[in-house]
């Protein structure tokens, strides 16, 4: 089992960015693939990006491809979003999210395919 959570969020202002953590508390998070996803108020979650067990795939959704990237380092049990160019659009509660086994295609877009959540943290980007 994992317990997820999320930091690295802030205020910012537009072009601005940051990079949020996601560690875990139980098993080792090298065992298992990583989601990252977003709410707005009044917006439904979305898909932000998603990294393999070795970070050897990854995915971005079309709004943060060139901006956002996901990383992660295995020594240290953590992996990473490095946010470039934030835009006041991307603010939002994100979340990181774990799957242990593989997936089909496309499914890491997929909220319901992780198994587990962390805790979300705020990034608000003023314009």
């Known amino acids: 089992q994992v317990q997820l959570v999320a930091t690295g969020g802030g205020l910012v202002q537009a072009g601005d960015s940051l990079r949020l953590s996601c560690g875990s508390a139980?098993?080792?998070?090298?065992?298992?693939?990583v989601g990252w996803f977003r709410q707005a108020p009044g917006k439904e979650r979305e898909f932000v990006a998603s990294?393999?067990?070795?970070?050897?795939?990854?995915y971005y959704a079309d709004s943060v491809k060139g901006r956002f990237t996901a990383s992660r380092d295995n020594e240290e049990d953590a992996a990473y979003l490095r946010m470039n160019n934030l835009k006041p659009d991307d603010t939002a509660v994100y979340s990181c999210?774990?799957?242990?086994?593989?997936?089909?295609?496309?499914?890491?877009?997929?909220?319901?395919?992780?198994?587990?959540w962390g805790q979300g943290t705020q990034v608000t980007v003023s314009s």
């Open positions: 999210a774990a799957r242990r086994n593989s997936m089909f295609a496309d499914e890491f877009k997929v909220a319901a395919v992780y198994d587990y």
């Open positions: 139980g098993d080792t998070l090298s065992a298992y693939w």
């Open positions: 990294i393999s067990w070795a970070g050897d795939m990854i």
